[in-house]
């Protein structure tokens, strides 16, 4: 029986890790976390009988304390509250699927604390993976990822050299935009960016994956988990999401790992690493998928994407600016308070005010977030 902790139980990636717990009979939940969503979440509780539950509004943890008051479920709140549940005694592995700087802390703790880690916040790593990675190293903690991309390369590696790596090539479905021009997109609405071709996620997520500020963030996140240059790394569009990132090597040869787009692969393998356990699901039939294309990304039309790569060379503190505007940009988007095109401008005039910090602590990285968010409001 494997014990594991759940960060952001009841978004896309908890809620599919809850899946597979259902369909496994070795995995215990000991510990799960949200932000607030407490119908799903006192569901889960009663279904999954965890020892502790912290929801990190501190409002909606009061409430929730009354909900299942008749259970042995021990509830938690805030940023002390996530701490304790990240680093509960008995949980071997954290699922991290938290959206959003709010998991760095949890997941730095956990580290400390000696729980390998389901990475599936890639803000972690975007902003603190200098640190994550020197702390997980000293630890002796297990980084697995969940990013379907990040865990294709994972899986591409098994058994390779790192040393030996040319590149990486990490795919791009190219979201819902990929075939529009750049005129079109000063039109685009937020229904239309929320119409991912592929893959059911998240809004936050989803948005990201439209303006390709996703795809920026996992080069940076890559960058870290592969100990690799950004400039060695390559984003590919693959329509299909048929094959999930590839490895080039020196000697010229490219690895890659294909699936279905089905993103309880990538959860349950870094779950049973390095075990292949059965997962039910479609499988590809390479007959009836014809053929898989091939096109280089339009950073002109994806500026977020340029900045992304533009962040990562600066280095620093610079990635942690880029990531706090996006998220900051993205909620007024979905509040429709600016334009979808008004994100990349955003992410773009706060790095042009940033000056960089060589090894930000984590103290600062969340300085630079409070910063970014004030520095946002202040103009727009």
Not at 45 to 67: G, H, L, N, T
Not at 80 to 98: D, P, Q, R
Not at 350 to 368: R, V
Request: aromatic share 6%; net charge negative.
């Amino acid at each position: 029986m494997r014990n594991i902790a759940i960060l952001g139980s009841t978004g896309s990636i908890g809620t599919q890790t809850l899946e597979i717990v259902r369909e496994n009979n070795d995995l215990n939940v000991v510990s799960i976390a949200a932000k607030s969503s407490i119908n799903k979440l006192e569901e889960q509780v009663r279904e999954f009988k965890p020892d502790i539950v912290c929801v990190y509004d501190e409002k909606a943890a009061s409430q929730f304390k009354v909900m299942i008051s008749d259970t042995n479920t021990k509830v938690v709140s805030g940023m002390e509250g996530l701490i304790e549940a990240a680093t509960y005694k008995s949980a071997e592995l954290v699922v991290t699927a938290f959206v959003g700087m709010i998991g760095i802390v949890p997941t730095v703790e956990a580290i400390k604390a000696g729980k390998d880690i389901a990475l599936a916040n890639k803000e972690t790593l975007v902003t603190a993976g200098h640190i994550v990675m020197d702390l997980a190293k000293k630890n002796n903690v297990k980084i697995l990822p969940v990013d379907s991309e990040h865990s294709a390369i994972f899986q591409s590696l098994n058994g390779e050299n790192s040393k030996e790596i040319d590149k990486i090539l990490l795919t791009a479905s190219g979201g819902p935009f990929r075939t529009k021009t750049k005129d079109d997109l000063k039109t685009v609405t937020l229904e239309d960016a929320l119409k991912h071709p592929n893959w059911s996620m998240g809004r936050k997520i989803t948005i990201d994956s439209a303006t390709m500020v996703n795809k920026g963030l996992e080069v940076l996140e890559a960058k870290w988990l592969f100990d690799v240059d950004v400039d060695n790394i390559q984003v590919v569009v693959q329509p299909q999401s048929i094959i999930h990132s590839m490895v080039q090597f020196n000697d010229g040869a490219v690895i890659a790992q294909l699936g279905v787009p089905d993103m309880k692969l990538p959860i349950q393998y870094a779950i049973y690493y390095p075990e292949r356990r059965y997962l039910s699901g479609d499988r590809l039939d390479f007959g009836k998928i014809g053929q898989i294309t091939f096109e280089d990304p339009d950073f002109e039309k994806f500026k977020g994407l340029e900045l992304a790569y533009e962040s990562g060379r600066i280095g620093g503190s610079m990635p942690t600016v880029l990531n706090a505007a996006n998220e900051k940009a993205v909620a007024m988007f979905l509040n429709r308070k600016i334009g979808y095109l008004e994100i990349a401008d955003i992410i773009e005039y706060c790095m042009s005010k940033h000056n960089t910090i060589e090894n930000p602590t984590i103290e600062q990285i969340l300085e630079i977030e409070n910063w970014v968010n004030e520095l946002i409001e202040s103009k727009w």
